[in-house]
Every structure is written in C-alpha cells, then in structure tokens.
C-alpha cells in the first residue's frame, strides 16, 4: 500500500497528496473517460486543450513536487472506497491580501450528491486555514451551477459578488458568481461545531 506525506482522513472521503499515477488518471477523466459530465459544470465556458498524457503530466510537476515539502499543498486528491474521485485546489488571487480561491471538482457522477463534494471541500477549506495565512478563501463559479454555490453555503461561505451576464454556456448568459469566507467566520464556524 502507498505511504502518502500528508493524508487528511474523513467519514466517506480522505484528501491526500498527488502521484504522477493520479495525474495519469486525471488525464483519463478529462479526456478518455465516457462520464464527462463534470465538464459541463466546472468551467464550462473555459475550452479544455487538447494535450497528450505527457504534457498533460509536465503541467502538474511542480505540484508534484509539493509532497516533498512541508509547504501547504495547492491540489490534494479525492478518495473514496481507495480510488480518486477527484481533486480539490487552490491558487493564490492576491498574495499581497492573504486572499486564496479554491476549488472542487469531483469526475466520477456516481459520487455526486452523496456527501462526498461537501465533506471533501469541508476537510480542504479547514486544512487551508489551519495551514496557511490566508485572511480570506473563496470561490469563482457561475449561476447555473447550483450544486456549487449550495456547497459553498454549507460550509459557510456567502456570495459576496455577482457579475451579472458574464458567463456564456451552450448559448445561454448566466452570472459569475464569487462567494467566500474570512478567517473570523470560519473561526466562528469552528468553535460552534466543536461546543455543540
């Protein structure tokens, strides 16, 4: 069994560090694999470039790289029944404010609407507070992603902007929606669920 650096253990999810193997199987999720339904929701409107599994891999190195340090990790994968379902990450918007975006997004559709998303990216935003000095952590989206903004919510974020007609998705304008949560509030949320 592989020995992982760093391994966050949840009820129905672990996130733990990236390999080049996972890497390979991203590469089969987003190229090679019938269930593409995940396309039509992260991003849609961002064209995904055709590359071949080798460049697809010299993309992710410098993550890769991440397991060998004690630095906190920009992308950890999803696991669940000891496969990936998916990734979750997170790219700084503005260093200079301690401002990081982060992400989610699960490939495997029979893993949607389970639990699994939400646990993920609870487990992802405590770990990014815990580990970085970050004063704010939010999310990019748009308004026809439901299933992302309710996620966002559950674990405490609000929408704190919307750009309305900003996004175009199979010929249709929807909003680009930002939600996001501050220290204090994620704090705040923290405490309440360990006292009750």
């Not at 748009?142 to 929408?159: D, F």
């Amino acid at each position: 069994m592989t020995q992982y650096r760093l391994r966050i253990e949840g009820q129905k999810v672990a996130l733990r560090d990236l390999t080049e193997r996972d890497v390979r199987k991203m590469y089969y999720w987003n190229y090679e694999a019938d269930d593409q339904e995940h396309h039509k929701w992260n991003g849609p409107y961002y064209k995904l470039k055709n590359k071949t599994p080798d460049e697809f891999l010299e993309g992710f190195r410098m993550r890769l790289q991440e397991s060998e340090t004690d630095q906190a990790r920009s992308i950890m994968v999803i696991e669940a029944d000891q496969q990936l379902i998916g990734i979750v990450s997170r790219y700084w918007e503005d260093q200079v404010t301690n401002w990081v975006e982060s992400g989610i997004v699960i490939f495997d559709s029979s893993y949607w609407s389970g639990g699994y998303g939400t646990e993920a990216f609870q487990l992802w935003t405590d770990y990014l507070f815990e580990h970085m000095n970050i004063v704010r952590l939010g999310i990019s989206t748009w308004s026809g992603n439901v299933r992302m903004m309710n996620l966002a919510r559950k674990i405490g974020m609000v929408e704190e902007g919307r750009i309305r007609k900003a996004r175009i998705v199979e010929g249709e304008y929807y909003d680009s929606i930002k939600m996001g949560m501050l220290r204090e509030e994620w704090e705040r949320l923290r405490t309440y669920e360990m006292t009750n």
